[in-house]
């Protein structure tokens, strides 16, 4: 199989006291055949690069995701300007993006933080992870005002078909993640039965957003063939059309052979 888990937190599944190696192992007999690991902010960059050079199956983006925000934020931004302007070696700018969730009254301060991102991905020629909550149309006018010829991923989308189509019609992809094997999600189930399917690409979120039956467990990319498993019950074509056009879209965003 040739499975992408286009957005897993390894460094935080570490965290969570999983063994990296055994992960990995346990992903490829899942069929996973690369993952990619999004950066968080400044902190979490060297480790992940470093997972990227110890695993050919491992590659890393370089981003300040929208909840890790903070006074040092600017700063982080001319190092990921410097890395950038010296070949880093990432596939991707992110985890970036919008998060009015929790109130913390700093939109205005994400929205900055996301626009240097959203430049330095077309100024460097690379896709960006999005992450986005209570903030469509902000994220959606962002897009539209600082277009990206590298496209992205809308990760862990969550929402109607209507939406999902407005980033799809920016060149964007959408995440297909644990929220599909909840019944319980049908809006957003009915909407990943309808999206083109060579607008998606599969991520597990790993270690949150645990699958249904998996509650209180550690997610783990290896989950992401149960995504892939609920997602072939949603659409009319074949494992192999879905596992072949999804991984071909994203080698294709990230280049990757
Ligand atoms: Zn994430």
């Known amino acids: 199989?040739?499975?992408?888990?286009?957005?897993?937190?390894?460094?935080?599944?570490?965290?969570?006291?999983?063994?990296?190696?055994?992960?990995?192992?346990?992903?490829?007999?899942?069929?996973?055949?690369?993952?990619?690991?999004?950066?968080?902010?400044?902190?979490?960059?060297?480790?992940?690069?470093?997972?990227?050079?110890?695993?050919?199956?491992?590659?890393?983006?370089?981003?300040?995701?929208?909840?890790?925000?903070?006074?040092?934020?600017?700063?982080?931004?001319?190092?990921?300007?410097?890395?950038?302007?010296?070949?880093?070696?990432?596939?991707?700018?992110?985890?970036?993006?919008?998060?009015?969730?929790?109130?913390?009254?700093?939109?205005?301060?994400?929205?900055?933080?996301?626009?240097?991102?959203?430049?330095?991905?077309?100024?460097?020629?690379?896709?960006?992870?999005?992450?986005?909550?209570?903030?469509?149309?902000?994220?959606?006018?962002?897009?539209?005002?600082?277009?990206?010829?590298?496209?992205?991923?809308?990760h862990g989308f969550t929402g109607s078909y209507e939406l999902g189509m407005q980033y799809i019609q920016q060149g964007l992809c959408l995440g297909v993640g644990g929220s599909i094997t909840y019944q319980r999600a049908q809006k957003t189930r009915d909407a990943f039965a309808r999206f083109p399917l060579e607008r998606l690409v599969f991520e597990t979120d790993a270690p949150d957003m645990p699958l249904y039956g998996y509650q209180g467990e550690v997610n783990q990319p290896k989950f992401a063939k149960d995504v892939l498993s609920s997602f072939i019950l949603l659409r009319n074509e074949t494992e192999q059309t879905i596992t072949q056009k999804t991984a071909k879209s994203a080698r294709k965003m990230f280049e990757i052979g």
């Open 1 to 154: 199989m040739n499975l992408m888990d286009t957005h897993c937190h390894l460094d935080l599944m570490v965290q969570k006291g999983i063994n990296l190696e055994q992960a990995l192992v346990e992903a490829t007999q899942a069929g996973v055949a690369k993952i990619i690991v999004p950066g968080i902010d400044a902190s979490n960059w060297a480790t992940i690069k470093q997972y990227a050079k110890n695993h050919a199956m491992v590659e890393w983006a370089i981003g300040i995701h929208p909840m890790f925000v903070s006074e040092t934020s600017a700063d982080q931004l001319v190092v990921m300007r410097e890395r950038l302007e010296q070949g880093e070696t990432c596939v991707a700018i992110g985890e970036c993006g919008l998060d009015f969730y929790h109130g913390r009254n700093d939109e205005e301060r994400q929205t900055y933080v996301l626009i240097e991102q959203l430049k330095l991905a077309q100024q460097y020629q690379l896709p960006v992870l999005l992450h986005v909550r209570k903030a469509h149309q902000e994220l959606l006018k962002l897009l539209k005002k600082y277009p990206l010829t590298r496209g992205g991923i809308v």
